[in-house]
């Protein structure tokens, strides 16, 4: 492990200065999924399938949105980019408290639509503001900054939504979001090589099927070998049917698509968790000390994305999807908020460092002049694990009770991850027979 990484990228200004700005823009939405869920069943008299459904809808518009937003940052620039999230952020969260519920799903929709895109603007300007080498340091270090935002934002929802309103919450929600944007429109941050703030040694050039294996391995990616090497095969075809025209997703490999897939089943673990944790202590009577489980949870995520980010050894990301949908199940056992929050706690240390190598291979893959809509459509990917978790959750806690919520995550997180794992192993078989079939 090489913990001095750390050092030598904080001692950067422009990536200090990134890493602050990120973690203050993403604060009022890592607010927002509690203050909704709050607002649909508190304020609205509503059940936790409602309120997933609202929770789903905001994270479809993200999904719909994050690649044109994306798309947008590469071909105008961040600063215009950014405009319509602004003004969408300010306006829609003003109105949505004061909705009835099905004003308050459009406005989900919409909202999801024009959301600032700070994870996508974060990590791709990361991309270029660190070497390859490193890179898994710098992804890592964001989402140490991501969970300390992640231990506060909930927190910040459940004592305002219970010692003010909901209403109140919401439309905070969107002033600080508003004004988020603005501060990254005024930092902003290079997004492209040869920019102000941009590594000298940042690597411009996208890994070529031929050798994507050995491109992977120079950018330390988390990406294992076998992985960047089913693109020779695969991806070739996949270019020519979809990457001819311009504009069109010649970035999308095969290896690509494993990352998007790890990132949908994260996210459907992570926000199941959310929701069920919500579930666990209202019902108990103890909604007012969610930040003690949050803090736990997030947590322990910081711990795995530190000793993640100085680790030299690379780990599948699917194999790491397995590990934290499995040990989300046993959180079904807690009995009050203590054993909760020490539940979360394995389950917890996988969190960052799965999201960690999912980002980092999406750099490693990805060509620079495209790294923002594919950034955007691992977003999406992410989102759209979200969509699916939070409603999934809901109608099962509905069902069955909050313990139904983990092991009904948990368990579809498992099976997804084990069939990409089980998918690799029959790739990874046929191209060590295929040479044999030839010589046939």
């Known amino acids: 492990m090489d913990f001095a990484l750390y050092g030598q990228l904080w001692r950067r200004r422009p990536v200090r200065n990134l890493l602050l700005v990120g973690m203050v823009a993403r604060l009022p939405h890592s607010a927002a999924g509690v203050l909704l869920t709050l607002h649909v069943v508190q304020t609205l008299g509503l059940g936790y399938g409602a309120a997933g459904a609202v929770a789903a809808l905001l994270t479809i518009g993200i999904a719909l949105g994050a690649p044109w937003r994306g798309r947008r940052v590469d071909t105008v620039g961040l600063r215009v980019a950014l405009i319509p999230s602004i003004v969408a952020e300010a306006v829609v969260w003003s109105i949505a408290p004061h909705l009835g519920y099905p004003g308050l799903l459009v406005a989900a929709l919409v909202g999801g639509l024009f959301a600032l895109p700070i994870f996508s603007v974060v990590r791709q300007s990361l991309g270029v503001m660190s070497t390859p080498t490193q890179r898994r340091t710098a992804f890592a270090l964001d989402s140490i900054f991501t969970e300390i935002t992640f231990m506060m934002g909930p927190a910040l929802a459940a004592l305002v939504a219970v010692q003010l309103s909901t209403v109140i919450g919401l439309t905070a929600v969107g002033v600080s979001a508003a004004l988020s944007g603005l501060a990254l429109m005024w930092f902003n941050p290079p997004t492209r090589s040869g920019q102000p703030g941009a590594a000298e040694a940042a690597d411009g050039e996208p890994c070529d099927d031929s050798d994507a294996a050995s491109c992977l391995e120079s950018a330390g990616s988390a990406a294992p070998a076998e992985v960047a090497a089913g693109q020779a095969d695969g991806a070739s075809g996949l270019r020519r049917l979809v990457g001819r025209a311009r504009g069109g997703l010649g970035w999308l490999t095969v290896a690509v698509v494993v990352v998007l897939v790890v990132a949908a089943g994260a996210g459907m673990v992570l926000s199941g968790t959310d929701v069920s944790i919500v579930a666990v202590l209202r019902g108990q009577g103890q909604g007012e000390q ?27 990301p699917l194999v790491l999807l397995v590990l934290l949908a499995a040990l989300t199940i046993p959180m079904g056992f807690a009995t009050d908020v203590w054993s909760l929050a020490v539940f979360a706690l394995p389950a917890g240390l996988l969190c960052a460092p799965t999201l960690s190598a999912a980002s980092e291979a999406v750099a490693a893959l990805v060509e620079e ?72």
């Not at 489980?293 to 680790?311: K, R, T, Y």
């Not at 979200?386 to 809901?394: N, Y």
């Open 369 to 440: 002049s495209r790294r923002g809509e594919a950034m955007g459509w691992y977003g999406s990917a992410l989102t759209a694990g979200t969509a699916l978790g939070s409603p999934l959750t809901g109608v099962m806690i509905d069902a069955a009770g909050p313990w139904a919520g983990f092991a009904g995550i948990g368990v579809a997180g498992v099976i997804l991850g084990a069939a990409g794992l089980a998918a690799q192993s029959v790739r990874r078989r046929r191209a060590a027979t295929a040479p044999e079939t030839n010589l046939g």
């Open 290 to 316: 969610l930040g003690i489980v949050f803090f736990a949870w997030c947590l322990a995520s910081l711990i795995g994305g530190l000793i993640f980010g100085a680790m030299k050894r690379r780990i599948h």
